[in-house]
């Protein structure tokens, strides 16, 4: 089973500042299968970026995704008081899925 | 529109079985994959396995595999997940979410609003 680990564990950032969230794989995932989520408290989670760099329908381009093999990363930029959340990494094969633990993004 | 629509929130004590559902709606439900995931109280989400409604193929996590059966029942356009004796543990939200394939990537566009499933004595 491939391992996602985020990181950082929380974010404190201002609101117009960038965010730089981290995901590695314990083993090469495909970038066709890496996608990211956000969850606001008391809410599903929401598909923001899938194949690792496109953004699914609706988000803002403030939302992008980069990254390769066991590297990934989501960046989101002119922070909005809206984008204040928990965010996840998720990656899709061998007939399985797995998210990463986490990374929430607070108002500093 | 499109949704899925989640049972009411569920409260057993250990030992008891439970089938919690997700009704879709505003599309074509028999041909896209219906996944669940779990999120005990103040964690993330975990990935617990998926069902092809059309012909009820199925995939599990190796966490989760033996601990729940997926199903589907296509006339209603309704997914279930199950437990045949509940842990303590098992108390957590429960999202079906469905997955799609986009220039090739699966992933989950439209999750339910959950089922929050409590096992307590």
């Known amino acids: 089973e491939i391992v996602l680990t985020q990181s950082p564990g929380t974010l404190s950032l201002s609101p117009g500042e960038t965010a730089t969230l981290s995901c590695r794989a314990s083993q090469s995932v495909s970038s066709t299968y890496l996608a990211w989520y956000q969850q606001k408290p008391g809410q599903a989670p929401r598909l923001l970026i899938y194949g690792a760099s496109s953004r699914a329908t609706g988000i803002p381009d403030r939302f992008s995704g980069s990254g390769s093999g066991t590297d990934f990363t989501l960046t989101i930029s002119r922070l909005e008081p809206e984008d204040f959340a928990v965010y996840y990494c998720q990656q899709y094969g061998s007939s399985q899925g797995t998210f990463g633990q986490g990374t929430k993004l607070e108002i500093k | 529109e499109v949704q899925l629509v989640q049972s009411g929130a569920e409260v057993k004590k250990p030992g008891e079985s439970l089938k919690i559902s997700c009704k879709g709606s505003?599309?074509?439900?028999?041909?896209?994959?219906i996944g669940w995931v779990r999120q005990m109280p103040g964690k993330g989400l975990e990935w617990m396995g998926i069902?092809?409604?059309?012909?009820?193929?199925?995939r599990f996590s190796p966490s989760f595999q033996g601990q729940v059966t997926i199903s589907a029942d296509t006339s209603i356009s309704t997914a279930y997940l199950q437990w045949s004796s509940l842990k303590a543990s098992d108390t957590a939200m429960y999202y079906c979410?469905?997955?799609?394939?986009?220039?090739?990537?699966?992933?989950?566009?439209?999750w339910g609003q959950g089922t929050m499933v409590t096992v307590s004595s």
């Open positions: 505003g599309y074509s439900f028999t041909h896209y994959w």
């Open positions: 069902i092809y409604p059309d012909d009820s193929d199925t």
């Open positions: 979410a469905r997955e799609v394939t986009i220039f090739g990537a699966d992933v989950f566009d439209i």
